[in-house]
Nanobody
Framework: QVQLVESGGGLVQAGGSLRLSCAASGRTFSSLDMGWFRQAPGKEREFVAAISWSFGSSYYADSVKGRFTISRDNAKNSVYLQMNSLKPEDTAVYYC????????????WGQGTQVTVSS
């Protein structure tokens, strides 16, 4: 089992920045692929960014590419999402997720943290 706890959400003006953190416990963190997803009111949950366990390869949704940066610190069992140039359409609950490198679907999810971007 893997437990994930997000933090760092809040209210920010458009153009501002936030850094989300996700602390993992319960399993060797370095063997997990990590991702961030978000869900806005009335919309389905969508992929935001992911980072692999092995070489730290990162992937981004087109909507956040160039503005968001995902990173991980295996020594701290943590993954981060630096969000710059935030837009009102980035408003959502952001979820941290984890999966084994041998699976496709994310099996472990945090409780989410609210990000609200005002115009």
């Amino acid at each position: 089992q893997v437990q994930l706890v997000e933090s760092g959400g809040g209210l920010v003006q458009a153009g501002g920045s936030l850094r989300l953190s996700c602390a993992a416990s319960g399993r060797t963190f370095s063997s997990l692929d990590m991702g961030w997803f978000r869900q806005a009111p009335g919309k389905e949950r969508e992929f935001v960014a992911a980072i692999s366990w092995s070489f730290g390869s990162s992937y981004y949704a087109d909507s956040v590419k160039g503005r968001f940066t995902i990173s991980r610190d295996n020594a701290k069992n943590s993954v981060y999402l630096q969000m710059n140039s935030l837009k009102p359409e980035d408003t959502a609950v952001y979820y941290c997720a984890a999966k084994s490198v041998i699976t496709v679907d994310y099996a472990y999810w945090g409780q989410g943290t609210q990000v609200t971007v005002s115009s």
